[in-house]
């Protein structure tokens, strides 16, 4: 069963995935992590996908399909799957429906968070290079500045939050993935949430809402 969690670059996906994956008995797949890891390790893939990252723009429906079918197959059937990242175009929700005798899509949920927040958010976002922990250097700061709390690895900024690729990612989520809120709704599937807020009150809506299908 897969619940998608959709939204906004910066609308809080990966924030709020995290938090699911702890305390909701969701697996977490995030497509965007998974390409990451494939660039830090320089597999073929990520040698692909790289560049197209760095400029905000989508990676192929392809690529995506077969990461996700790879990532997929790594979980055991029946497991709770929240989806950061995919559908992010019409084409990538109809092969997601093309599993659906394995892996219906029971609940699509978007996030939903202002532009002119989620530019603020993007630009002040840090990142460990070690663990992958998010922070933000005004709303989420680690307790020591440029020092991941958790593993002590180093913040840094993501590629892509440069302010030219958090344009393109924008203009690219309001014409390719936006459709996609319309394609779950006629799906009867679908449910939006509040995205602004403290993180915690965001995650009991959306624990709630999920739970309410
Ligand atoms: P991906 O990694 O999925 O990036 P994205 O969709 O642009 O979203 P982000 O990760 O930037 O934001 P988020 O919503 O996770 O927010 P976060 O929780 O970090 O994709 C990256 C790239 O990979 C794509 O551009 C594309 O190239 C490629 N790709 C991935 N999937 C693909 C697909 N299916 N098809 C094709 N290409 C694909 O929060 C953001 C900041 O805000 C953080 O600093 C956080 O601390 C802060 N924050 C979070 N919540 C709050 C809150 N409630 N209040 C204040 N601040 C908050
Ligand atoms: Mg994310």
Redesign the pocket.
């Known amino acids: 069963m897969i619940v998608v969690l959709t939204?906004a670059?910066?609308?809080?996906?990966?924030?709020q995935a995290e938090l699911l994956a702890k305390r909701g008995g969701f697996k977490k797949l995030?497509?965007?992590?998974a390409?990451r890891k494939h660039v830090k390790a320089g597999t073929s893939i990520g040698k692909l996908a790289g560049a197209?990252?760095e400029r905000?723009?989508?990676?192929s429906d392809e690529l995506?399909f077969s990461i996700l079918r790879e990532e997929l197959a790594l979980l055991s059937e029946g497991e709770l799957i929240l989806l950061?990242?995919?559908?992010?175009n019409i084409a990538?929700a109809e092969a997601l429906d093309s599993l659906k005798s394995t892996h219906p899509v029971k609940a699509a949920i978007l996030l939903d968070v202002p532009r002119q927040e989620l530019v603020a958010?993007?630009s002040?976002?840090r990142v460990c290079g070690g663990c992958g922990a998010?922070?933000?250097v005004k709303?989420?700061p680690s307790k020591v500045a440029g020092i991941c709390d958790k593993c002590g690895g180093e913040l840094s900024q993501r590629p892509?939050d440069s302010p030219s690729s958090v344009n393109v990612?924008l203009d690219i989520y309001e014409k390719a993935t936006r459709p996609v809120l319309e394609y779950y709704r006629k799906h009867g599937v679908f449910r939006e949430v509040v995205?602004?807020?403290?993180?915690e009150s965001?995650y009991g809506v959306l624990r709630d809402t999920i739970s309410g299908f």
């Open positions: 939204g670059p910066g609308a809080g996906k990966g924030t995030s497509t965007g992590d390409l197209v990252m905000g723009e989508l990676v995506l950061d990242g995919y559908p992010r990538q958010r993007l002040g976002r998010t922070y933000h709303e989420q892509d990612r995205g602004v807020g403290d993180p965001i």
